[in-house]
């Protein structure tokens, strides 16, 4: 696996090297997409209470600033990717922010409250279906160890229309049924699934 994650590191920056600090920069099609998606992300959280929150697969940083805009203030923010020139331009932008840090180094960030994850599963490559489904599911198992209140992730739907699925061997078409009992039966009583906010997409929210 990590000859893929070597190759979707290069996918990805060469997403970063094209369109830079953008939506288009990091694979998604547009900022109401990337925005939608952590609308949804973020019912993980309680914002009532002081909390910490670690983004897996950060890109640029787009994140605070979507917080920064809905007023949602985290004691603690740790980004992480494995793209080198993402990582780099989140720190440059965000610099003046000392409990907001950026890591390439997964090992470098504690257990947090919450953390959660946009797109990071939909590209696959060439990986065969069970061998990424193996993946995401060590990865989910790494998101559970890694936090104490709940974690949400999303995924592009099975249930997408079958001739756009059939055109992109590439991404990864996940079973929100599967996950969801997944999530169920390993990690905690109060699981939701969200599949009710148009794009062809779905968020889980494993809340603890
Ligand atoms: C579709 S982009 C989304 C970026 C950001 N979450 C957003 O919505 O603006 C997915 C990001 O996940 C990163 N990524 C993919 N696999 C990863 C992994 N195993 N560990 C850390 N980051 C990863 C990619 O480099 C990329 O920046």
């Known amino acids: 696996m990590s000859h893929d994650l070597n190759r979707i590191r290069d996918f990805f920056n060469e997403q970063f090297e094209n369109h830079g600090e953008s939506a288009a920069g990091v694979g998604w099609n547009s900022a ?42 985290p004691k603690r923010f740790y980004g992480l990717d494995i793209v080198p020139a993402s990582i780099d331009a989140a720190k440059a932008k965000f610099t003046n922010r000392a409990d907001y840090s950026f890591h390439l180094d997964p090992e470098e960030i504690p257990i947090s409250d919450y953390l959660v994850a946009s797109g990071v599963f939909n590209v696959k490559l060439t990986a065969s279906n069970p061998d990424w489904t193996r993946y995401v599911i060590d990865q989910l198992d790494r998101f559970n160890r890694w936090t104490t209140k709940g974690f949400s992730v999303n995924f592009l739907t099975k249930y997408s229309d079958y001739e756009r699925m059939a ?38 929210i494993v809340r603890k």
């Open 32 to 73: 109401y997409a990337q925005d939608t998606r952590f609308e949804q992300l973020l019912k993980v959280i309680n914002p009532a209470e002081p909390f910490s929150l670690i983004e897996f697969g950060c890109g640029y940083g787009y994140l605070v600033d979507y917080l920064d805009r809905r007023e949602i203030k």
């Open 167 to 204: 055109e992109r061997p590439d991404l990864y078409y996940a079973d929100p049924c599967f996950l969801f009992d997944y999530c169920k039966t390993n990690y905690a009583r109060n699981v939701a699934l969200l599949h009710d906010y148009e794009i062809y997409d779905f968020t889980l």
